[in-house]
């Protein structure tokens, strides 16, 4: 069964930096392509960052990009989401996926909230 279970979020100041985890379980995680995905209030949810499963192949989307910096640890089952120069309309539910053979499995979220 796949577990997924993101830590790091919380409060930051604008120009701040934070850092999320998503530790996996369940699954054999060096097989999945793993993403950050986030949904701002009102919004839809939305692709953050993506890793692949082979070679470790990196995109981002363009609101994030220089910014933010998705990798992973096939050893530690977990994937991560470097953010830097934090904005305001980076608050949002920030969540974890796996995908293999387009099935999605999802963490429940954690809070990322920039405010001054």
């Known amino acids: 069964q796949v577990q997924l279970v993101e830590s790091g979020g919380g409060l930051a100041q604008p120009g701040g930096s934070l850092r999320l985890s998503c ?15 986030r949904q701002a209030p ?4 939305e692709l953050v960052a993506a890793i692949s499963s082979v070679n470790g192949v990196t995109n981002h989307a363009d609101s994030v990009k220089g910014r933010f910096t998705i990798s992973r640890d096939n050893g530690k ?5 470097q953010m830097n120069s ?5 608050t949002a539910v920030y969540y974890c996926n796996a995908r293999r053979f387009s099935v999605d499995s999802w963490g429940k979220g954690t809070l990322v909230t920039v405010s001054s």
């Open 42 to 45: 009102g919004k839809e949810r």
């Open 23 to 37: 530790a996996a379980s369940g699954f054999t995680f060096s097989s999945y392509r793993m993403a950050w995905y």
């Open 77 to 81: 089952k977990t994937v991560y989401l």
């Open 86 to 90: 934090l904005k305001p309309e980076d």
